[in-house]
Each structure stands twice: as structure tokens, then as C-alpha cells.
């Protein structure tokens, strides 16, 4: 019997919205294609294969521009402070193109002082943690009470 392969794909991005202290929109970001670390494809097959592990439901933003690669365990400067610590999202199961086709994270940070942030990424802990995605966004400064919203989406498909 011959083996037939059915192809898979993953589409992954994150919106980022800054918001003045009145809650105005100051600025909107999408990035896409961000780097899957190797520590997570370990993560992947372990929950698949119910061999234990933790959901991947924890954001964190960071202020380093270092280059992505896929060895990365961690962000590479993590803001620990002025309530931009590494939060819990909230996580949804959406639809984009098949029903629940898309894994979402939602979480909001309100500075309380001002921070520049230049990455985001995805963990499974909000300690002693594995990094599921990282991703370079741009270097912005927040100024103190105004707030980030960051949306994580990844879209998991057959291709056509």
C-alpha cells in the first residue's frame, strides 16, 4: 500500500496596538512569520502524544532586538517591571477559514512607567518556561499609563 501525505500548514501572526492613556488608538502593528523555536516542536509532540507538558497560554513582551533563531529558549531581554511582566492571556479557539481552525491570545499590559518594547513571545508558564514563538516587532517607547494590546493568532490548515 502506498502512503499518502496530507500537507499541513501554519500561519501565525500578532497584532500590537498601542493606546494613549484615554484609551485612543496611538498606533497599530501586524507581524508575521515568526521563528518556531526548537524547544517548542519538543513541547508539540510531547502534548500530543499525551506525554505530559503545559498549554502555551502566557504572553511577554521584551526590549531586545536581538535576531531571531529557532534555538532561542527565551526572550532575549525581559521587562519584568512597571506591569509588563510576562501575563497570562486569555486563549480562544476561533474560526478563520475551518471551525476552530485558530489558537488566539489576548492580553493587555498598562505601563506605569515608560518602557520600549522590540519583541513578543509566547510561553507555556509565566516561570521556568518554554518559548513557543518569538517575534521581532519595532522599537517603541510606551510612556507611562498608556497601554499595549497584543493579539496572537496562529491558524493551523491544509493546504489546498
Not at 118 to 135: P, Q
Request: hydrophobic share 45%.
Amino acid at each position: 500500500m502506498e502512503n499518502e501525505k496530507e500537507n499541513f500548514w501554519l500561519k501565525w501572526m500578532v497584532k500590537i496596538d498601542i493606546y494613549n492613556a484615554d484609551w485612543t488608538i496611538k498606533e497599530e502593528g501586524k507581524f508575521e512569520h515568526n521563528i518556531i523555536t526548537n524547544a517548542w516542536l519538543a513541547a508539540l509532540t510531547s502534548l500530543g502524544g499525551w506525554l505530559g507538558g503545559s498549554a502555551f497560554t502566557y504572553l511577554g513582551v521584551w526590549t531586545s532586538n536581538t535576531a531571531e533563531a529557532a534555538t532561542q529558549t527565551a526572550l532575549v531581554a525581559e521587562i519584568v517591571d512597571s506591569w509588563f511582566a510576562r501575563k497570562a492571556a486569555t486563549v480562544t479557539q476561533i474560526t478563520t477559514s475551518t471551525t476552530n481552525d485558530t489558537f488566539q491570545l489576548v492580553a493587555i499590559w498598562t505601563a506605569t512607567a515608560w518602557k520600549t518594547i522590540e519583541e513578543i513571545g509566547i510561553f507555556n508558564a509565566g516561570t521556568a518556561w518554554t518559548m513557543l514563538w518569538r517575534k521581532l516587532t519595532w522599537t517603541k517607547t510606551i510612556n507611562t499609563w498608556e497601554s499595549i494590546s497584543a493579539t496572537y493568532k496562529i491558524i493551523m490548515s491544509r493546504a489546498a
